[in-house]
């Protein structure tokens, strides 16, 4: 008799646990969606974008004028090393594998339309050359550092 309702208690705790577990999982499940950065930009770009390749790459110059650009117009989201930021709300790092395996042209469709609904302005507003000033000097930066505390 005892043994049974110490089992019927400890069937309910096990219970209690799972609903509890389920209950933090949906709930982080959810953070996932709102506050996490997947990259699912990159499917809406039409392939004629995506291979477009930048007039001013691997020139100086361009990145020299790319990275005052940067700094005026995407630091205060993307941070000042472009290394994205953690305290909300959070922007994605522009050294990350993601944005170093885009093509310059995936990046300039980014910067031309932007993704309002996570956030992203649009640049479209800045004449062309100097979208392509920026994308250059985003290939001068090195990779994320995973020391980076942000
Ligand atoms: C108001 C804040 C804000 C500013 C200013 C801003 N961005 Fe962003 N940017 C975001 C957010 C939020 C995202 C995430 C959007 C998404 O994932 O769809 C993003 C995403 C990006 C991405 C894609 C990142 C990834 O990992 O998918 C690139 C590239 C980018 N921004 C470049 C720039 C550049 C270059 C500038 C300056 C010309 C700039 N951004 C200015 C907020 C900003």
Redesign the pocket.
Known sequence: MKLTSLRAAGASLTLLTLGFGALLFSASAQMGSSGQ??????HRVPDEDRARSNPLAHQPQAAEAGKA??AE??????GADAN?RTHP??????R?A??RH?TDGE?SW??RN??P?????S?AS?PEQQ?WQ??AY?RTLPPRSSAAKH
Do not use: E, V
């Open positions: 950065f997947d990259g699912k930009w990159l650009l940067f117009n995407c630091a205060k989201c993307h994205g709300p959070p922007r994605p790092s522009l990350s993601r944005i885009a990046l980014m910067l932007g993704d609904y996570q956030g992203m302005p640049w800045l979208r920026i994308i985003l």
